[in-house]
């Protein structure tokens, strides 16, 4: 194996790392906003929901983007959070193949710090953050989910969730980063270990 090879297999690797984290189709046209539209109506969403999920498809950038969650559990919390752990296994097997993942989880260490009217909307239980590759995924992995028993799971195990998405101005640590200067450091001690 000569160090071409090596690097021209890290490369190829992360080629089809590139592919699958960041895709290929670019922005919603407008007829598929209104195709997925018209697939949300059949849901039974609220008008509001529709308008939301309507807006944020024809301002589509392109770009991943990332769903900020604020989430309580019902007591019992234990039974709760198995519920809501039932429904994030499958929810996030749609998300996975679509290049979207968890970027941050945490449970909540105490009550709001600080309201700005919003005094009803406090005792959360945990946060998360989670990373879509295109508004395009979001649409489809919510029609798999709306409707579906593992959602009831977590209607189930709420009483109240926030979310709202949100485009990063300033990002620390992506993957595409650190995966790629992951290969270049294995692709350089094969190189050593081979060559050498």
């Not at 097997?93 to 710090?113: D, L, S, V």
């Not at 409707?147 to 926030?162: P, W, Y």
Request: net charge positive; hydrophobic share 45%; with cysteine.
């Amino acid at each position: 194996m000569t160090a071409t090879m090596i690097w021209m297999a890290a490369v190829a690797f992360y080629g089809v790392f590139w592919l699958w984290y960041c895709g290929l189709k670019g922005k919603l046209s407008q007829a598929e906003v209104e195709a997925y539209m018209l697939r949300f109506e059949s849901t039974g969403l609220s008008a509001g929901a529709l308008a939301n999920l309507r807006h944020f498809m024809e301002k589509d950038d392109g770009r991943e983007w990332f769903m900020v969650n604020l989430l309580e559990l019902k007591s019992p919390k234990r039974e709760s959070a198995k519920l809501l752990q039932s429904y994030t296994k499958k929810f996030m097997a749609g998300m996975i193949k679509r290049g979207g993942h968890p970027f941050f989880i945490a449970i909540a260490a105490a009550k709001n710090i600080e309201n700005l009217n919003c005094e009803h909307s406090d005792n959360w239980t945990l946060t998360g953050i989670i990373r879509y590759r295109s508004r395009r995924d979001c649409a489809e992995t919510l029609i798999e989910t709306f409707g579906s028993d593992h959602h009831a799971d977590k209607l189930a195990s709420l009483v109240k969730t926030f979310a709202f998405p949100a485009t990063s101005s300033l990002l620390m640590g992506s993957p595409r980063a650190l995966v790629g200067m992951g290969l270049a450091l294995v692709a350089a001690l094969v190189n050593i270990l081979v060559i050498s």
